[in-house]
């Protein structure tokens, strides 16, 4: 049963451009949610998170949207640069801190030259 | 670097043999969390420990067991290898409460052969 979802495999994005990166989820107990970021041979780093009170955060390039509702989540990169080609993992947790981080099984993104 | 430290960094083993991969937590960080990724399955949770007490199980084959010694490292043994748990193994850990993530580590590659 996978509680996390991203539905896109992969991704291609020119560079310069905004590159949109979907994750859906099923469990409405989930009150955390963050992206990772994963380059080959690497493990997954943090790079975005947000809370369910909020609907929007915002660092730098990356912005991540929540919209509980439609229990929908994206993550924005403006503009893209060669550097954010890698795999992005969306992730979720719930109210208890101690439970685990749930992952989706990631999107791999192309920026293209 | 993370501040997680995962050996090896890769394995090379036969069908039926039995390995240990090892993880040193970051600096203050109580609780460890295993992960294996396969081909196309994501980052799939397997167990976690928090200040040496077993805390959550996901989907750990009996053929797998950890533990978190005192020194809070902690060591994931496979036993009874088969072709298909060659993956890569990703420790986490986390800070004792508070949101942000997890920090991994850089994983263990196993091959089976």
């Known amino acids: 049963d996978q509680q996390v979802k991203q539905n896109s495999p992969s991704l291609s994005v020119q560079e310069g451009r905004i590159s949109i990166l979907n994750c859906d989820y099923t469990?409405?107990?989930?009150?955390?949610f963050l992206w990772y970021k994963k380059y080959p041979a690497e493990g997954p780093t943090f790079l975005i998170s947000?809370?369910?009170?909020?609907d929007k955060n915002e660092d730098g390039r990356f912005t991540v949207f929540l919209n509980k509702s439609a229990k929908h989540l994206s993550l924005h990169i403006v503009p893209s640069q060669p550097g954010d080609s890698a795999v992005y993992f969306c992730?979720?947790?719930?109210?208890?801190?101690?439970?685990?981080?749930?992952f989706g099984k990631g999107t791999r993104l192309h920026i293209l030259p | 670097d993370s501040g997680v430290t995962q050996t090896p960094k890769h394995l090379i083993t036969a069908t039926g043999q039995r390995v240990t991969l090892r993880c040193s937590p970051r600096?203050?960080?109580?609780?460890v969390y295993w992960y294996q990724q396969s081909l196309d399955q994501g980052l799939q949770f397997l167990i976690q420990?928090?200040?040496?007490?077993?805390?959550a199980k996901g989907n750990i084959l009996e053929r797998f067991s950890a533990q978190q010694f005192p020194d809070l490292h902690s060591e994931l043994n496979l036993s009874s290898l088969e072709l298909g748990d060659s993956a890569l193994y990703f420790c986490?850990?986390?800070?004792?409460?508070?949101?942000?993530?997890?920090?991994f580590g850089s994983g263990t590659r196993l091959t089976v052969v």
């Open positions: 986490a850990s986390s800070p004792p409460a508070g949101r942000g993530g997890y920090t």
């Open positions: 469990n409405s107990m989930f009150d955390y």
């Open positions: 420990y928090y200040n040496g007490e077993e805390r």
């Open positions: 600096s203050g960080d109580l609780s």
């Open positions: 992730a979720a947790e719930r109210m208890n801190r101690d439970d685990k981080i749930i």
């Open positions: 947000i809370s369910s009170i909020k």
